[in-house]
């Protein structure tokens, strides 16, 4: 059964950066897409960015572009969320999943979630 634990989320100040983790245990990490969503509270769970493990595929939601990178490193089945410039905004509980569809980038593309950890952006 896969596993995934995020890591890297807490309090920050408008202007920092975040560096978020996803550890995937109990799978093949090079046969699934590997996705970061974020739900901010009465609002609903929105796409952030993704890529395979070859780094051949790769989307970022585009408002997020230029401030927002995506990475991983297979030797450590680890997937990665950089944000910089954040703003109040991002504050939102971020998740990591996986999918078997290419390019997915819709939530219900995706079969598994982490528990997510939150991250809150103060102004």
């Known amino acids: 059964q896969v596993k995934l634990v995020e890591s890297g989320g807490g309090l920050v100040q408008a202007g920092d950066s975040i560096h978020l983790a996803c550890v995937v245990s109990?799978?093949?990490?090079?046969?699934?897409?590997w996705g970061w969503f974020r739900q901010a509270p009465g609002m609903e769970r929105e796409f952030v960015a993704a890529?395979?493990?070859?780094?051949?595929?790769?989307s970022i939601r585009d408002h997020l572009l230029g401030r927002t990178a995506v990475s991983s490193d297979n030797a450590k089945a680890t997937v990665y969320l950089q944000m910089t410039g954040l703003t109040t905004e991002d504050t939102a509980v971020y998740y990591c999943?996986?999918?078997?569809?290419?390019?997915?980038?819709?939530?219900?593309?995706?079969?598994?979630w982490g528990h997510g950890t939150q991250v809150t952006v103060s102004s």
């Open positions: 890529k395979d493990w070859s780094g051949q595929w790769e």
């Open positions: 109990g799978g093949d990490f090079r046969s699934i897409y």
């Open positions: 999943a996986g999918s078997s569809i290419m390019g997915a980038t819709q939530a219900p593309q995706y079969e598994i």
